[in-house]
């Protein structure tokens, strides 16, 4: 899985907060978009 830095950093400094892996976290939060039914959203802009 290829993820962005600035993605990493983020859950690295929020496992930093809660003492939690940033592994684990990322994890937390993709299971939590499995139960929710989570449908991303993308709009590409239109070329002019």
């Known amino acids: 899985m290829r ?3 600035d993605v990493v950093a983020y859950f690295k400094n929020m496992a930093a907060d809660t ?5 684990s ?3 937390l939060y993709l299971r939590d978009c499995v139960v929710q039914h ?3 959203q993308i709009a ?4 002019p």
């Open 38 to 40: 989570r449908q991303l």
């Open 44 to 47: 590409w802009p239109r070329k």
């Open 3 to 5: 993820l962005s830095e």
């Open 19 to 23: 003492g939690v892996p940033y592994q």
């Open 25 to 27: 976290l990322i994890n």
